[in-house]
């Protein structure tokens, strides 16, 4: 039995309006999510360091929640996996939905 253990879970604000690209099945989404975690420094204080994500989407449910719910500036939280793919010769990556959570009103994207 194969397991596979490219998970990860993501928390963050979309920092730029969706693009979209396709139609119907062939439709893909992509936005940037901004993330950050404390880092602690040689001095022994803490500082949140930033840390941009591409996010992809390419099922059509997926597609449709992006177009509809993801705006810039949304707090949210995605559980997927990260893959390269390759278009006419450049290289791509990003993380590929599996779910997203919608943060509640109050929540601060992890800062």
Known sequence: ?????????????VIEEPQFTGTGEDAWAFFKLVTSHGLKLPDG???NVEQIAQIVA???HH????????KKGKAIVING?????????QIHHGFFIRTI???SAN?????
């Open 63 to 70: 597609v449709k929640t992006t177009r509809e719910y993801i």
């Open 1 to 13: 039995m194969a397991f596979n253990l490219n998970n990860v879970t993501l928390g963050g604000t």
């Open 58 to 60: 390419d099922v059509p």
């Open 45 to 47: 204080s803490y500082t």
């Open 81 to 89: 996996y990260y893959r390269t793919w390759q278009v006419s010769g």
């Open 107 to 111: 929540w601060n994207g992890g800062n």
């Open 101 to 103: 959570t919608f943060a």
